[in-house]
């Protein structure tokens, strides 16, 4: 028989795939000792969520804001045919608008995604809930919109992934109300292989296509392959469509909005930060736009932490602190939310390396229930910037009050509650007499 000799990149494709999967299917948690009397539930598996509808019914759907008074309306459909339309109204099953909107899809490698459709809604009311159908079939969803004045809530999720811990952790964000759901990055762990994204997008359906989700990016979201796929991001860019354009951003990867009286940053720890960057620029810029008497609250997310006493990707984000770090410290940032860290941990507001009372709070929440496990050691002796950190999954909710106060907690994970481990009080730098005193600020306009 003659033997059959491949090329040379499908010996490497193989070989690559055989890598990942061998990796994903791997139990690669482990039992960790507690650094206090709680004893922590064991391991969870992951989860495959299968499309039980036809080619036409739409799938994976999720709503994003987009400016102060529209949202964005994504899925996904088998049926290329299938119309990127929305029906939408106030009574079930009445609707008395509709738009329509743009669709695209993806190869990567093998894969051909399924057609991805983005569709613009509104104007809409505030806190106001809206009945909505995707394609002109299959069923019916509602999302409630923000408020447009205080108080509201945020619940603040990172490196979510989808395992039975992901499940927990969605379970419960969902027992209270809240108004929008912030994600610091790493989604769907799908790390090359793309059917992982369809199922992530099917797993959070039940809770994205209720209220606004938004996000930036992670290390893994990149998924960038030398020679065989140079595009990085494409699956997040294609499936995740962020309002960057609204911002004045041309990228998906950093763009701002605002929520009531909150303005909110996503900047991109994979895209070039540098000094003089397009995305440092673009920062300079939004912060410059940025009225406090308007949006009292300034708050920030990207994904490698700053700061970080774990010994888990210890020092990965001092190149961007270095960057970007005196921006925000000069507009005034109140809290800055980072992933990356399968850990909980909450600083004091710091700057340089040092206690600061006019420096942000940062605040690690990388523990939303990946399937990579938690980082369960920490550096010792602890610094005297970090006030709590522990290695257990969860999710964190800060509700703004007013223009002054806002309450942060972190809700830790067990297996049938949700409890308050860690929680404080925030005073908005922005109405602070030394803060935000002139001689104590330099101007980002000056900058520009």
Request: one cysteine or more.
């Amino acid at each position: 028989m003659e033997k059959i000799c491949l090329p040379v990149h499908l010996h490497v494709l193989f070989f690559f795939f055989f890598f990942f999967f061998f990796f994903i299917s791997f139990p690669q948690h482990l039992q960790l000792q507690a650094s206090s009397d709680y004893i922590r539930p064991p391991p969870r598996s992951n989860l495959s969520i299968p499309h039980k509808g036809s080619e036409s019914d739409p799938q994976q759907v999720h709503v994003s804001l987009v400016g102060s008074d529209h949202v964005r309306v994504s899925w996904i459909t088998d049926d290329d045919k299938a119309p990127s339309l929305v029906e939408y109204g106030k009574i079930p099953r009445k609707y008395e608008a509709s738009a329509t909107g743009v669709k695209e899809s993806y190869s990567y490698i093998f894969y051909k995604s399924g057609e991805i459709h983005h569709v613009k809604i509104g104007p809409l009311e505030p806190s106001t809930t809206y009945y909505y159908r995707c394609s002109g079939s299959g069923q019916e969803f509602s999302f409630k919109t923000p408020p447009s004045t205080f108080p509201l809530e945020f619940v603040i999720v990172g490196d979510l992934g989808q395992t039975e811990w992901t499940a927990s952790t969605l379970s419960h964000v969902d027992e209270l109300d809240y108004d929008v759901f912030l994600l610091p990055g790493d989604l769907a762990y799908a790390d090359f292989i793309q059917p992982l994204w369809d199922s992530f997008g099917r797993l959070v359906q039940p809770y994205a296509s209720r209220r606004p989700w938004m996000m930036t990016q992670g290390n893994h979201e990149v998924e960038k392959i030398p020679i065989i796929e140079n595009e990085p991001f494409k699956a997040y860019n294609a499936r995740w469509r962020m309002p960057f354009e609204e911002s004045g951003s041309t990228s998906n990867l950093y763009y701002s909005f605002d929520v009531a009286g909150v303005h909110i940053v996503m900047l991109g720890s994979y895209a070039d930060f540098a000094v003089g960057s397009d995305q440092y620029k673009w920062l300079l810029a939004d912060f410059a736009k940025v009225d406090r008497g308007r949006t009292p609250w300034l708050i920030v997310l990207l994904h490698t932490p700053w700061y970080n006493t774990n010994t888990a990707h210890h020092g990965e984000g001092e190149s961007m602190r270095k960057a970007m770090e005196p921006l925000l410290y000069q507009a005034r940032v109140d809290i800055i939310f980072v992933g990356h860290v399968h850990a909980y941990e909450r600083f004091t507001r710091v700057y340089n390396n040092t206690a600061n009372q006019c420096g942000p709070v940062h605040v690690t929440i990388g523990d939303g229930g990946n399937r990579e496990g938690l980082a369960s050691h920490y550096k010792e002796p602890p610094s005297s910037l970090s006030l709590f950190r522990e290695a257990s999954f969860g999710h964190g909710r800060f509700r703004v009050f007013n223009k002054t106060h806002a309450h942060w907690s972190w809700h830790r994970n067990d297996d049938s509650t949700s409890t308050v481990a860690d929680e404080v009080w925030i005073q908005s730098l922005s109405v602070s007499s030394i803060c935000m005193e002139p001689s104590h600020t330099t101007s980002t306009k000056d900058e520009l």
